[in-house]
């Protein structure tokens, strides 16, 4: 298995809504990231996950709360979003001894 | 933070060969790496550069590095219109381990038929 796959493909939000992004792998990867994308500009990475411990914050708003419950899972939980926290999520993983990130499709997110 | 540069727009014939080019400023830029992205989609690793090599080339992908002008280009040998797409250069600073990649601003490709 060498996918991140990433549920749901799409997600319609409204601003009082809580709702969760899931992203999974089976590589045996202990790194996990979350990137957020914005139409035609290229990935930011939001947070950083090293063996299943939070190792980076890109100073996110603590709308987006993100949770690592195992070395193959990672979420990310949302609430009270606004409009122009719409964009393509991206979940990515990479191996402890190496250093390619490998990329999910992404979660469409749209705030409403 | 790290500057990553690149032109926004490429078009080339089907057939023909295309590069695609990167400058990026962190001299301390460890790996470098080309990642492609289609409509919709989410990033494939295409290849990466280690930083005390020079050349890399794999099929149809051949990838340049010039440390001292801290440029990057990717070359695709006869391109097809499956190449099309967002083509994004990063780097990071780190070997291994949780790292950060610093992503340039994107180039797409078109094959025109």
């Known amino acids: 298995d060498t996918e991140v796959t990433q549920t749901p493909k799409h997600l319609v939000m409204g601003m009082t809504n809580k709702k969760s992004l899931k992203c999974e792998q089976h590589?045996?990867?202990?790194?996990m990231y979350w990137y957020k994308q914005k139409a035609k500009k290229p990935p930011e990475l939001m947070f950083v996950?090293?063996?299943?411990?939070?190792?980076i914050n890109e100073s996110v708003p603590s709308r987006f709360s993100p949770e690592c419950p195992n070395s193959s899972l990672l979420n990310l939980h949302l609430h009270a979003l606004q409009p122009e926290d719409s964009a393509l999520y991206l979940c990515?993983?990479?191996?402890?001894?190496?250093?390619?990130?490998?990329f999910g499709p992404g979660t469409r997110l749209t705030v409403t | 933070g790290e500057d990553v540069e690149q032109s926004l727009f490429l078009s080339v014939r089907e057939g023909d060969s295309s590069v695609i080019n990167c400058t990026y400023t962190?001299?301390?830029?460890?790996?470098l790496y080309w990642y492609k992205q289609e409509p919709g989609a989410g990033l494939q690793l295409l290849t990466y550069?280690?930083?005390?090599?020079d050349m890399k080339q794999d099929q149809r992908l051949t990838v340049l590095l010039n440390k001292k002008d801290k440029h990057l280009s990717l070359r695709i040998a006869d391109t097809q219109t499956g190449d099309s797409a967002i083509y994004f250069c990063?780097?990071?600073?780190?070997?291994?381990?949780?790292?950060?990649?610093?992503f340039g601003t994107g180039t797409r490709l078109t094959v025109i038929p």
């Open positions: 962190d001299s301390s830029s460890t790996y």
């Open positions: 990515a993983s990479s191996h402890p001894l190496g250093h390619e990130q490998y």
């Open positions: 990063a780097e990071t600073p780190d070997q291994t381990g949780a790292n950060n990649l610093f």
């Open positions: 550069i280690f930083s005390n090599m």
């Open positions: 590589m045996g990867h202990r790194a």
């Open positions: 996950y090293s063996y299943e411990k939070l190792s």
